[in-house]
């Protein structure tokens, strides 16, 4: 074989290698990653006019020492009729996790934020905001957790957050029903 054939092959691996890192740096993540998902599951219920856009607050705090870059968040399995149309970093205090106006209060950009996690110091959690807008057409609409998309050293993760939603149509005599957190299950990162 000749030097210059010999320089093609090599050149043609390492283009090959280059492009194989840059897809799977980008594919879509398939593992939670070190932001493991929490085992304490949370669970709200909320009455609210229908179209309205509410506000979902979502506190993390990991429980392994990480800095990541936040990447984005969305729900998990929503009914039809619930759709985020933001999502974003609190900065300022608020008045519960469930909040039935938008925004609750000061917000910074989710995308693209640093963060550190700081597992045995609660000022450090995380509260992320949803701008969940819900279309209930008379019924009962729930979601199955809040997926949070982040990347570490380049690598892409994402990790569950288990905290479950469901949104009831008002004005409705009883109060709207909680998930129950024991029928939690963990789905795959790639759903």
């Known amino acids: 074989m000749t030097v210059r054939r010999l320089l093609l092959i090599a050149v043609a691996a390492a283009?090959?290698?280059?492009?194989?890192?840059?897809?799977?740096?980008?594919?879509?993540?398939?593992?939670?990653?070190?932001?493991?998902?929490?085992?304490?599951?949370?669970s709200f219920g909320t009455t609210v006019d229908d179209g309205s856009t509410i506000s979902f607050v979502v506190e993390y705090r990991g429980e392994t020492?990480?800095?990541?870059?936040?990447?984005?968040?969305?729900?998990?399995?929503?009914?039809?009729?619930?759709?985020?149309t933001s999502g974003s970093i609190l900065k300022s205090p608020f008045t519960g996790y469930v909040i039935k106006s938008f925004p609750p209060g000061d917000l910074a950009s989710l995308e693209g934020t640093t963060y550190t996690t700081s597992p045995d110091d609660p000022s450090g959690d995380l509260f992320i905001v949803l701008a969940v807008k819900a279309d209930l057409a008379g019924a009962n609409?729930?979601?199955?957790?809040?997926?949070?998309?982040?990347?570490?050293?380049?690598?892409?993760?994402?990790?569950?957050l288990p905290w479950l939603l469901t949104v009831c149509p008002a004005p409705r005599a009883s109060p709207c029903p909680n998930?129950?957190?024991?029928?939690?299950?963990?789905?795959?990162?790639?759903?």
Do not use: M
């Open 15 to 42: 283009a090959v290698g280059l492009v194989a890192v840059v897809y799977l740096a980008r594919a879509p993540a398939t593992a939670f990653g070190p932001l493991q998902p929490s085992q304490f599951v949370e």
């Open 65 to 84: 020492p990480v800095t990541a870059t936040l990447e984005s968040a969305s729900l998990v399995d929503p009914d039809p009729g619930l759709a985020v």
């Open 141 to 160: 609409r729930s979601a199955h957790g809040v997926w949070l998309n982040y990347s570490v050293d380049g690598i892409h993760y994402r990790a569950l």
């Open 179 to 191: 998930q129950d957190p024991a029928s939690f299950q963990l789905p795959t990162p790639g759903s």
